[in-house]
């Protein structure tokens, strides 16, 4: 029996929902599992604390630097041609994580699956925007979306505690990869029709290569300050860089016809503000992440799978709270998500900076919901934000910077978490835990600013 028209156009929208979703999936299960494998991981090659920021600053840092060129390519060379690459790269990543056999090789491996993940996420954010045009259903889609983080989020901890304490081990995080992204393959090869742009432009290679080393010198300098000295030439030589090449960077951008960030772009309030909360908003869920997997495995002594478990309220809270989030975006506009957002940021790092090795798991429960709550209430309204507005043929591109910051937020993060983890002593669950107490004040505060401009800087309207 034939299909009638609408219909089948409804259904290749869905599918094309339920394919940008999956590469959630694929990036937030990475992410949230490997975070969850770091004491073993630590154990097993013998890293040390003061490097185990890299390994999750090696996957950020690329996938923070390749998003607007990943964007780029997507707007001239084709948006599903640009994800199925991404979706290969990262696969090809993933398996090499899971052969690696010591800290260099895994961090190599790790900056591979950086790139590819590049080309995942702002590019479907694109492809959602294209598929579902009007206001409403784009809103109600980002909020599905956005939820999808939740289901990252509630995978992730389980399935990485489960194969670290199964006979397969934390490899198997990396290869559980492969199957998810075969899929993602061929449903993108069958549903997702392409979109070629009529003319294309030419890459800004230079604004490429200035902004990897921007970002690189810079995390490196976070990273490595209290453990070399911050007068160190090293450490000197890597914050001078910093300064010179985001100089050059914003002049370069200013003169080129095809720059590779628009900085007209800025002059939209919606969209700097969406791109500012995404930089604090990240780096305070990657501050969460990557402490209290040591706070738990570390201090409490809890194995990687009941650390999965325990973790299940902030899953189940996202999970509910994002498309709820979705409609409350729809009606009422950004104002209350992010103000929600703001709220659950800024309550969860106050409630954890009076935890210690003897906390009730009621009260880190409840934490744990509320960050749940705050991290499924800030993805939509940042999203819609920065596309909001821009032209169809500019959205990958919208998308692409609102990702960058996003991963930006989650490199500082994870740079200035790794800059007071190399303060700890190895052994001395003293320091240790007086470091992530540092951390969770940090986490509070990066939620009080985002509460700060939610409050101030939005207003009520509907979409």
């Not at 028209?5 to 990475?30: F, H, M, P, R």
């Not at 194969?163 to 069958?190: E, Q």
């Amino acid at each position: 029996m034939n299909i009638p028209k609408n219909a089948q156009k409804g259904w290749k929208e869905y599918t094309t929902l339920v394919i940008c979703c999956t590469s959630v999936l694929l990036v937030g299960i990475d992410m949230t599992a490997v975070n969850v494998a770091l004491p073993t991981i630590d154990k097993d090659l013998q890293i040390g604390f003061s490097l185990l920021p890299w390994i999750i600053g090696a996957y950020t840092l690329p996938l923070a630097a390749f998003l607007m060129l990943s964007s780029s390519l997507a707007d001239n060379l084709g948006r599903k041609r640009i994800f199925l690459l991404g979706l290969i790269i990262f696969l090809l990543g993933s398996a090499l994580c899971g052969l690696a056999s010591n800290f260099t090789y895994l961090v190599i491996a790790r900056a591979l699956q950086g790139v590819g993940a590049s080309m995942l996420n702002p590019v479907a954010m694109a492809i959602l925007a294209q598929t579902f045009p009007a206001t409403k259903d784009r809103a109600w889609a980002m909020g599905i979306w956005s939820g999808a983080t939740g289901l990252a989020l509630a995978l992730g901890p389980l399935v990485g505690g489960l194969l670290v304490n199964s006979v397969l081990g934390w490899r198997y995080i990396f290869y559980i990869n492969i199957p998810i992204g075969i899929i993602a393959i061929l449903l993108t090869l069958w549903i997702i029709s392409e979109k070629r742009p009529e003319k294309n432009q030419p890459f800004d290679v230079l604004g490429q290569i200035l902004m990897i080393i921007f970002l690189a010198s810079l995390t490196y300098a976070l990273m490595e300050g209290e453990t070399l000295g911050w007068g160190a030439w090293t450490i000197i030589s890597a914050i001078g860089l910093a300064c010179c090449t985001l100089v050059w960077f914003i002049f370069h951008q200013q003169k080129t016809p095809y720059p590779l960030l628009d900085l007209a772009f800025f002059r939209s309030m919606p969209f700097s503000l969406a791109n500012v909360i995404a930089v604090l908003a990240f780096a305070s869920l990657a501050t969460f992440l990557y402490l209290n997997s040591l706070y738990l495995q570390q201090l409490r002594g809890f194995s990687a799978f009941r650390t999965g478990i325990i973790l299940l309220p902030l899953a189940i809270c996202s999970v509910i709270w994002g498309p709820i989030n979705g409609r409350i975006l729809s009606r009422k506009g950004s104002r209350i998500p992010l103000m929600v957002a703001g709220f659950g940021f800024t309550l969860t790092g106050l409630m954890l900076t009076v935890t210690d090795a003897s906390t009730s798991l009621i009260w880190l429960a409840l934490a744990y919901g509320l960050m749940g709550i705050a991290n499924a209430a800030v993805g939509a309204p940042i999203t819609y934000m920065a596309i909001s507005g821009m032209p169809a043929a500019k959205t990958s591109l919208a998308a692409g910077i609102s990702s960058t910051s996003r991963q930006i937020g989650q490199t500082l993060g994870v740079a200035i978490t790794g800059m007071m983890m190399s303060r700890v002593q190895e052994g001395n669950l003293t320091s240790l835990g007086s470091a992530i107490i540092q951390g969770w004040w940090i986490m509070g505060l990066y939620g009080g600013m985002i509460l700060l401009l939610g409050l101030v800087t939005t207003r009520k309207q509907r979409l």
